[in-house]
């Protein structure tokens, strides 16, 4: 059994979940959804980031402490995820204690490595990315580029991580791991960062209390990223529980593509210093934008999830994530793609080919499915869905994936379309056609579970099948002839009304 440990980012609890956060937590999840069917042990992390100037900032504004803040924002990430479906093995706060422990045990090792020391730090500062910038980083009049607002300026003395050290061995490690970074283009991008030269990055702040103390000099808190990144270990044990620890690690990142530098150049770097592995691969996304810009708090320009689940369902919501934009580039957001892809996939494709081969089935078969047979037409497009499929969630394409899916839906219903099993008697054509289309689904509801859990376990009980569907295991689950016959077929509500 192969062993899968993926993470999400850990968001920034200044205010509840929006569209953007749920985007790389979908993803996330269906993609451990389906590394489950293929019998992988998965564990899988989301959380929150806690710590640091922004959250300490936005707190004051509420007028409440930081941790009073925290404690009512973080629960609000966890239940819009339970309300996703999201199948968290775990959930990280970063003002835990497992996570200070780990922290502070990283922080040490790398002190004691030599690649912790102390130096004045003058330089521009953006609050909201709590990075420095050096000028030819920064729009003009010092504003930010990602959040278009003036930086300030800041002088202190800070610890510095000796990131500059760590070149030709982050260049070497790369060079060992071809593909560690998904799409390509993104890792590229990373190389040419390490390649452009790597300035070491402070570790330290002493102009601010919300943050864990450095363990050698309690007057500094460590700097929000490096507290961040550690919670990946020190959720899997790092510093507490190092048997847990060893099980997971090292384990994959998914990410935005506005934390590349973070995570494909710091984080490895501190994790080589402290003597543990580098992660073992990341897939990088883009942005998904409202109006062409990105969708921060920051910029005011917030989707509430929540709210497109009401309108939509959980399931709609999630297949639209997930399949209108390719994994890596950037998408639009819009209201009438939401509906549209809805309309066009959910109720007129998958909806409408169940509805229909229950309502046959009913019909000219008593209301019991008929076996499917060997000879299928449909048993080699159902063979080529499934390899595409399989192929697309490997290369972290879920859009890919789903559209290889939906080829098998699209087939099936052509052939119903094609031999009309409504208009002809009850007998053995009818019956082939229907078991061949059965089987379909069967194989479909697998396919799609990663994606619309809800919809593909309602597909497996309409056509009779005992059990859960993310029981079922690939490739096996995938292979022509699965369904038995002899079930019983119930056409129930519609899956997906149209909107
Ligand atoms: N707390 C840091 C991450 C620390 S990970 C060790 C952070 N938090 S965040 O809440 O601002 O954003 C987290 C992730 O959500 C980022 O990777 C970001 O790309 C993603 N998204 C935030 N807004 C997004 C969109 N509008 N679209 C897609 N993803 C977006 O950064």
Known sequence: MSRYYLTTPIYYVTAKPHLGHAYSTIIGDALVRWHRLLGDDVHFLTGTDEHGQKVHDYAEAAGKSPQEFVDEIAPLYAQAWERLNISNDDFIRTTEQRHKVGVAELLQRCYDAGDIELDVYKGKYCVACEEYYTDDELDPGDLCRIHKRPVEYYEEENYFFRLSRFQQRLLDWYAAHPGAIKPEFRGNEAIGLI????????????????????????????????????????AIGYGSDDATFQTWWPGRHLIGKDIIRHHCVYWPAM????????????????????????????????????????????????????AETPYGQDGDFTYEGLIGRYNSDLANNLGNLLARVATVVGKKCDGVGPAPSPDSPLAAIAATAYDTTAQAWDDVQPSRALDATWSLIRATNAHLETNEPWKAEPGPAVDAVMGDALEALRIVAVLASPAVPDAAQAVWERIGLPGLVTDQRLPQAAAWGGYPGGLPVVKGESLFPRR
């Open 195 to 234: 390649k452009g030269g790597l300035r070491d990055f402070s570790v330290s702040r002493t102009s601010l209390q919300w943050g864990i103390p450095l363990p050698w000099d309690a007057k500094h808190v460590a700097y929000v990223w490096f507290d961040a990144l550690a919670n990946y270990i020190t």
């Open 271 to 322: 994790l080589m210093s402290a003597g543990i592995e580098p992660p073992e691969g990341y897939a990088v996304g883009g942005w998904l934008l409202v109006g062409g810009e990105k969708m921060s708090k920051t910029s005011g320009n917030v989707v509430n999830p929540l709210d497109l689940v009401d309108e939509i369902g959980v399931d709609g919501f999630r297949y639209y994530v997930l």
